[in-house]
T-cell receptor
Framework: GENVEQHPSTLSVQEGDSAVIKCTYS??????FPWYKQELGKRPQLIID?????GEKKDQRIAVTLNKTAKHFSLHITETQPEDSAVYFC???????????FGSGTKLNVKP | DAGITQSPRHKVTETGTPVTLRCHQT?????MYWYRQDPGHGLRLIHY???????DKGEVSDGYSVSRSKTEDFLLTLESATSSQTSVYFC??????????FGPGTRLTVT
């Protein structure tokens, strides 16, 4: 099956700085890559996703990039704010009818 | 949040007892999933469903069974709970099989 690795496991940045979280995957047939944000004691929430026919996608302060050749994708958060502090998970899937595989998570701490 | 509820939200049970967790949706989404979340492991798929009575195993399905007799309900059963099944369980739904929306979670403790 698919193996998704996520780094770093913890990340501490100063408010206003950028944060980058990276994931690698093993199954070249994976074609859908979502990112989830989970605040303490809450449910994971989808924040952005990318499909394999696209190299980059942006939504305000967050962006995701995908390198299919190297089989890795990254989450970029610019102008970080204290409310960005949470655990972020990446995932990979082959799409419909298929399983999702999640990374182990990155705890982001944004210091005011 | 999408119309997803989970019950119970918290449960403490003893080793060897059967436990059933319920996921209920009001979105009429085709796909439903059960995950467990443990420190250091992220979210791991237990079972998922792609339609009424259509289910498949995930990566950590041993010791768990599921049933989906109606579009809106997806049940997860631990036939004989073990301490290793102490975890937070999340249900998720999806209309397309891609974007997933999670329920509030059930915290299960097996003593």
């Amino acid at each position: 099956g698919e193996n998704v690795e996520q780094h770093p496991s913890t990340l501490s940045v100063q408010e206003g700085d950028s944060a980058v979280i990276k994931c690698t995957y093993s199954d070249s047939a994976s074609n859908y890559f979502p990112w989830y944000k989970q605040e303490l004691g809450k449910r994971p929430q989808l924040i952005i996703d990318i499909r394999s026919n696209v190299g980059e996608k942006k939504d305000q302060r967050i962006a995701v990039t995908l390198n299919k050749t190297a089989k890795h994708f990254s989450l970029h958060i610019t102008e970080t704010q204290p409310e960005d502090s949470a655990v972020y998970f990446c995932a990979a899937s082959r799409g419909n009818f298929n399983k999702f595989y999640f990374g182990s998570g990155t705890k982001l701490n944004v210091k005011p | 949040d999408a119309g997803i509820t989970q019950s119970p939200r918290h449960k403490v049970t003893e080793t060897g007892t059967p436990v059933t967790l319920r996921c209920h949706q009001t979105e009429n989404h085709r796909y439903m999933y059960w995950y467990r979340q443990d420190p250091g492991h992220g979210l791991r798929l237990i079972h998922y469903s792609y339609g009424v009575k259509d289910t498949d195993k995930g990566e950590v399905s041993d010791g768990y069974s599921v049933s989906r007799s109606k579009t809106e309900d997806f049940l997860l059963t631990l036939e004989s709970a073990t301490s290793s099944q102490t975890s937070v369980y999340f249900c998720a739904i999806s209309e397309s099989g891609q974007e997933q929306y999670f329920g509030p979670g059930t915290r299960l403790t097996v003593t």
